[in-house]
């Protein structure tokens, strides 16, 4: 496809040899009844360094999407049997958004209101077969380009960049407003300053991204966000006992950590301030705020709740 279709200078070849290799990663799957369209559309794709999948019906589909999570693309065939494209498609959307999998639907049929049934079943695009070869190609560069577009775009609004933890904004848009009292916890490095005077900005940001490891690996379930400079708020949804002894072994653990810098060890504490009452967000925030003041009163590396 390369060689055959592109004109042999190395300008125009850069860019593709790049798409080629960018490709690597992908897995396809590719949902088609009939074997010979199937192994076609595979082979296309195969020779784009795709991996590829194969499925002959919607509902061979969604059990095999249900086993790998890795699949970013699939191709989707209409007339099918036991389940048709759009109605599978329909499905796939209930669970895997616009930036999980891009979706390209295909159909023989002469019926020309296919593409916006595609489209409004949660298709990104559509092509009628037969297809012209270049054109399959650039819808599904396009669709994939939108995907990881809109990945990043997600991960840029509601991420923490230097820690990989949740943003302020996401955690506000993602903790539930229930009726049920909650378990809320801020969590602030002490004399971080002191770090920062000691090590340079490079040593703080070593230290900000080792705690919220281990913040993190504490709490899997909970929602943990980095909320100003060496300050974390966690929502654990769970009993309060648990969440008071999760964070206990977290401050011990801090305590006890020698965090690797350059040829040298920075030792750090944190101080917690923990609330379960039932209230808005924004109260119960200062609630676990005002005992965290608290704890810093009473001496810094310990918990107040
Ligand atoms: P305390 O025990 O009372 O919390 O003392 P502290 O020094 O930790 O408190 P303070 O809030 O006054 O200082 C926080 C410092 O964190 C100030 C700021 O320079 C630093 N900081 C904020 N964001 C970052 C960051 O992203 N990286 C680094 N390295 N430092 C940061
Ligand atoms: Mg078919
Ligand atoms: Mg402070
Ligand atoms: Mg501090
Ligand atoms: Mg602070």
Redesign the pocket.
Known sequence: YLLKDSPASIAYLIPLLQRLKANIGYKALVVEDSPTIRRHICQLLEKQNLTVIEAEDGEQALTLLAKADDISLIIADNDMPKKDGITMIQEIRHQYNRDDIAILGLSASNDHTLTAQFLKAGANDFLYKPFNQEEFYCRIHHILNMKDNAKQLYKMANQDT?TGLWNRRYFFANTPTTKAKQNIAMV???????V?DSYG?DG??TV?VTISKVIAAHFPEAIVARF???EFCIYYNGPQRLFLQTLELVRTRIATLNIPYQDTYIKVTI?IGAVYAHNTLNLLIKQADDNLYLA?QQG?NCLVQ
């Not at 602030?188 to 002191?194: A, G, L, N, Q, V």
């Open positions: 230097l602030d490095i002490d004399h971080f300053k002191k920062n900005h703080g940001d900000l100003g400079g060496e101080s810093k810094r």
